[in-house]
């Protein structure tokens, strides 16, 4: 029994260094993730409107996520572990999940091209794949259009893949 104890003792001080050195890479992507949320609620704090504001921390909260997953798959694999089934399992994981949630991504990126690029803004008199109204709000998943006794909501991904026309509003000639 004595012979196990100091085998496992010397594993132990074997894989200590290799310990101390994920414990460090995971803190280091962990404090870059805290860094980058934080960077997302100050910069969206400072947005012009809401819908850059929803943007902006969305795009954050993606980023600190994903710096928080390769933080802990790094950690993993400096210590030894064989990270290649586990990453091959998050792609596939990543894959269904795209494919089965796919009407809604597409809405969502759309949303948030559109709160980004502007192609039109609340108030603006659209034309869209046979509706047609006024802007009332746009958010990362629809466009909201008041129309002749009627309120319309707009996937963005149909804005995003269809011809808009903005109707021109008439001005008041004094």
Known sequence: MGAHLVELKSLFIDLLPRLALAAGVFAALWAGAALAGRLAVRAAGAAADRD????IELLGQTLK???LAFGAVSALGTIGVNVSALVA???LTGFALG???KDALSNLLSGILIV???PFHRGDHIQVAGFEGRVVDIDLRYTTLE?????VLIPNSMLFTNTVV???QETPTA
């Open 147 to 151: 129309g002749e006794a009627r309120r």
């Open 99 to 101: 494919f089965a949630l």
């Open 116 to 118: 980004l690029y502007r």
């Open 52 to 55: 850059r504001a929803q943007a």
């Open 65 to 67: 996520l994903a710096l």
């Open 89 to 91: 399992g998050l792609g």
């Open 166 to 168: 903005v109707v021109p």
